[in-house]
């Protein structure tokens, strides 16, 4: 009985099957599941950051508008104030309180404005709302002096950040050109705007930035009015000039609003930016939102996100170790199973090999025989070749017992079974031992005549022997005699036939004085044995 291999573990299939399941299996799957996580934390991704372009565009445009409405309300007060200092020069004798007053209700209307005052075209100061007179410095040397001087038309003038010389405070101030009846220059109304007041105001209401996001004032010149970063007004970096490739290009461009993403050269941090013009005013603003806030709530459902992934590749490795191992058992198994079958089969062998074989001289039995016999019987016929057949027997071979013990006498056994085994062709002739001292030989092939030299001469090598036998009649040493008989088979004879003749001639030679060999003579039965030929 052969093992059927289990499907699937045949030699070829078994290298590939091992292959794919210990490694291309479970590397595909874990690669698969990765790249799936990875796209999806990257879509992930695009959404935060584009959540943030949308904040940060939010509150960029509504700071922009409340920038831009508040320099309105700052611009309609100085034209207001600019109207009264008209009035006040056409007068010859002006109330200073009475100025101050009108001023400082003027200037209430603004939260963060701390000061308001008129300067002549020499830059003196000549009406103000805070303070006395000797305070008033000459505000000739500042640059929206000279900007309002030379430029009729120059409207509301911004000036760069700047500690306040009577406020000791960091202030903007705001200025319009004060015009004479004939339309020169006649000075400038200024308001100065307390940075840090403005920046509350709009930090209180309007400015909800958090964390590391940034809010930056430009002017045209790219100065920095304010920069609030870090919950603060930056004051390190107000009043010089902030700018970076992306906002030169959009500056260049005279861009309205724009948004990129990038890394801050001030404090290396990457944000997310808002770029707007301020409606009416030279002024743009940026509002940066921190990549890395943005992205907080993201970098929680990355680990959570790739927390599960990595549960997931274990699983995948468990089960590819699992069925691995599962694998290995049943090759193993199946490996048992064939020791088991080689041994079973060497087991068989050895079984069937000891059911022909005779226990005590190693030659074939007589089951063996009955095996051999017909099959040699039905070669001849076939071949019309002659078979010869003899029965041969050890001679007084119960006195050899008798006299040199049953063990002498199985030793005798083996060594005449050995001597007669060696003296025929391999190959072609057979022999059997046919039942205690008998054993009966097969000569293929061979005549009367031939039959009758192969057995003298076995009868020879055996009394060569010289085991001695002091029983024996016919001579002091071991001898055995020999009965055949040889014919070309028909189909109307049999094998046992045969073998009853030589049989009957064995019993002549025992007869006839023992240690003899004898073909049977002149013995003709019926039609069927006409063809038989007997030895001399
Ligand atoms: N030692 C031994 N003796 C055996 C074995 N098989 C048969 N014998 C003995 O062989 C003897 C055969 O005796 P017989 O049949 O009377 O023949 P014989 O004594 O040889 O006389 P002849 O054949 O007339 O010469 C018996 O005593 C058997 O016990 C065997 O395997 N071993």
Known sequence: ???????????????IFSFCVRIAVPLVLIAIVIAFQYKELQVDRAQHIEHAHLNAHDLGSTLATSIAGSFENIDLTLQAASDHIQLWRSVKEVDANAVKLALLKLQSRIPSMILLRAADANGHVVFYSRGDKSAMFNVSDRDYFQQLK??????????QPHMGRISNKWVLVCARRLNLPNGDFGGVVLASVELEGYINQLSGGIIKLSGDDVFLLRDEQSNALIRYAHGKQDMQIEGTKVSSTNLSELDRVGATTGSYVSKSAIDQIERVYYY?????????????????????EWHVEVKKAWTETGMLILVILLATGLIYLARIRQQKAFSDLQSIQVVLEKTNQKLAKLSTTDGLTGLANRRK????GPHEWQRALRKRESLAVAMVDVDFFKIYNDEYGHQAGDQCLIAIAKTLAAGLRDGSDFIARYGGEEFIILLPGQDAQGAFD??????????ALALPHAGSDCASVITLSAGYAAMVPEARSTLAELIEKADQNLYSAKRNGKNRVLGASGWVSNASDANLIFGA
Do not use: H, W, Y
């Not at 291999?5 to 078994?14: A, Q, R, V």
């Not at 030379?150 to 000036?159: D, P, Y």
């Not at 192969?454 to 009394?463: A, F, P, Q, S, T």
């Open 150 to 159: 030379n430029n009729v038309n120059a409207g509301m003038v911004i000036s």
């Open 276 to 296: 707007q013009r301020i409606e009416g005013r030279p002024l743009n603003l940026v509002v940066g939102i921190s990549v890395k806030d943005a992205l907080a």
């Open 1 to 15: 009985m052969t093992i059927k291999k289990p499907s699937g573990l045949s030699t070829i299939s078994d290298s």
């Open 369 to 372: 025989f009955d095996e051999i």
């Open 454 to 463: 192969v057995l003298e001469r076995l009868r020879c090598d055996i009394e």
